[in-house]
Nanobody, 123 residues
């Protein structure tokens, strides 16, 4: 298991940008698939983006394609989510998570989760 700490959330106007960071503890970060999920009030947690251990494979949910970019820096044990052209419907708590399997969109495949960071997009 690995400890994950998200940061970078906040309040932004529609059309604005934020960059989320997720810092991981331990020396095995580079082996993990890393994902971002989000949960809006009254809704289930949903997949946002995932990146393979080497940064080569990336998947996104359709609603964020072209606006969000996932990346990682294994030397810094950190995964990022650059969010541009934010919309009110992007408002949620964003979580990063680590998995031992190839890039997947299913939350149950992730064994370690951060505490989340709030993103609020005003209209």
């Amino acid at each position: 298991q690995v400890q994950l700490v998200e940061s970078g959330g906040g309040l932004v106007q529609a059309g604005g940008s934020l960059r989320l960071s997720c810092a991981a503890s331990g020396r095995t970060f580079s082996r993990y698939t890393m994902g971002w999920f989000r949960q809006a009030p009254g809704k289930e947690r949903e997949f946002v983006a995932v990146i393979s251990w080497d940064g080569v494979v990336k998947y996104y949910t359709d609603s964020v394609k072209g606006r969000f970019t996932i990346s990682r820096d294994n030397a810094k044990n950190t995964v990022y989510l650059q969010m541009n052209s934010l919309k009110p419907e992007d408002t949620a708590v964003y979580y990063c998570a680590a998995s031992d399997v190839a890039p997947v969109r299913t939350a149950t495949q992730y064994h370690s989760w951060g505490q989340g960071t709030q993103v609020t997009v005003s209209s």
